[in-house]
């Protein structure tokens, strides 16, 4: 099913150089999911090289056994950028000496057609890791593109992911995407992403905050009832991550206005950053929603709390951007046992996970009225809410980290031909 390439005769196992414009500490979820996967393929026998990007002055150096290669990075977010970025990484990918493997995110966009041409200059195999799939969100996302320069980034990326020796997708859904838009199935396999690490540890093994989260819940839930709290804070409905194009609004603030009414013990906190904060900021003023509180990012040390002070967590999706991307905040949401409120597309994988394992509730992400009665379900009715409890639990059974990095190292061991 999947490519194979001989590997050189000097290594036991396929010396891999990972690709990505985000990587720590620069913030983000793809960032984190690489050096996660990162440091299990050195703890497997594996030679890896990180290549990613700086706000600061491009930079060679060690994080622990993992090599890292900085290069400039972005500095606006615009058209010219976006393509002179996608470039110095090629170039970068050629001048690095050479690995027997290259894995590329999708960030930036496009990144796998030079993963693609790379790998075929340097006569390496090349696997594309799916996270978010370009062009094909452009649309969904709002941005506007000539239809026949679309047309030419589709049959210019899809001839890249046939070419790929394979394509991981992180949801069914994505792969099934990719299959009735032209990619032999063959050449794809689907592997989850995970929740982060600090999530699933022992709490001995938490590192413990240095600095004081600004939050207004600031009693840990270890020490009281889960679904409510007798203490008289707010029942919290946490929103942890990016709030991006691909992420809708409208519902959110219509279930924070239904809310405000009907359950003023309800509070709607927003963790993270993204384009969708002030627009939501611009909202909660326009509307005087005091139920809805916008925190910036924290420390990773403050993660766990951060996490647990949720009673419930809250995901979106689009419906347009339907096997394009996948959020991981439910991966988050489970790895806590925090019952998962979904507004987001009923054919996505994250959908399907919910009703299979009674771990939330599911609702149209353009149904303010829909979201409001699931949120409040779970503030009013103690069954309904250790029900989803115990069904997070579930469906964490199968998805932690070492779960996806076995499925991982599988797939290296059958595109390197490790021996």
Not at 67 to 94: E, F, Q, T
Not at 132 to 159: C, E, H, K, S, V
Request: proline fraction near 7%; charge should be positive; aromatic fraction near 6%.
């Amino acid at each position: 099913m999947l490519t194979r390439h001989p590997m050189t005769e000097r290594q036991a196992r396929p010396s891999i150089l990972m690709v990505n414009r985000v990587y720590p500490p620069m913030r983000g979820a793809t960032g984190r999911l690489l050096h996660d996967l990162a440091r299990h393929f050195v703890k497997a026998g594996h030679r890896v090289t990180i290549l990613t990007t700086t706000a600061g002055k491009p930079a060679v150096s060690t994080r622990g056994p993992i090599s890292i290669v900085r290069i400039k990075g972005v500095d606006r977010p615009n058209k010219l950028d976006w393509l002179s970025g996608l470039w110095r990484l090629y170039r970068a990918m050629l001048v690095n000496p050479r690995h027997d493997i290259i894995i590329t995110l999708s960030d930036p966009p496009l990144l796998y057609v030079m993963g693609q041409r790379a790998a075929k200059k340097k006569g390496c195999a090349h696997i594309h890791w799916c996270q978010d799939l370009y062009p094909d969100l452009a649309a969904p996302l709002g941005f506007r593109i000539w239809p026949p320069l679309y047309n030419f980034f589709m049959t210019l990326g899809r001839a890249a992911l046939q070419a790929a020796d394979c394509v991981v997708c992180i949801s069914r859904c994505m792969q099934r995407h990719l299959v009735r838009t032209g990619l032999e199935i063959r050449k794809t396999t689907v592997i989850e992403n995970w929740p982060d690490m600090e999530l699933l540890a022992p709490a001995s093994e938490v590192p413990v905050p240095t600095a004081k989260i600004e939050l207004p819940h600031k009693q840990s839930l270890r020490d009281r009832r889960l679904y409510s709290d007798p203490s008289g804070q707010k029942f919290r409905v946490l929103y942890a991550g990016s709030l991006s194009r691909a992420h809708p609004l409208d519902a959110i603030v219509k279930a924070a206005q239904i809310l405000q009414k009907t359950h003023p013990d309800i509070e709607l906190v927003f963790v993270g950053k993204g384009d969708g904060f002030e627009k939501l900021a611009h909202a909660r003023a326009q509307f005087a929603l005091d139920n809805i509180r916008l925190i910036p990012p924290q420390p990773r040390a403050s993660l766990k709390g951060l996490m647990e002070s949720g009673d419930v967590h809250l995901v979106t999706m689009r419906d347009e951007s339907l096997g394009m991307l996948l959020p991981s905040k439910f991966y988050g949401g489970i790895a806590v046992a925090r019952p998962i409120v979904f507004a987001g597309p009923a054919e996505s994988d994250v959908a399907h996970l919910i009703a299979r394992h009674s771990c939330g509730r599911v609702v149209k992400p353009d149904d303010g009225k829909s979201l409001a009665t699931a949120i409040a379900l779970y503030r009013t009715d103690a069954d309904a809410w250790f029900a989803a409890h115990e069904g997070a639990q579930k469906a964490l059974v199968g998805r932690t980290p070492d779960d996806a990095f076995a499925l991982w190292s599988d797939v290296v061991r059958k595109v390197g031909n490790d021996r």
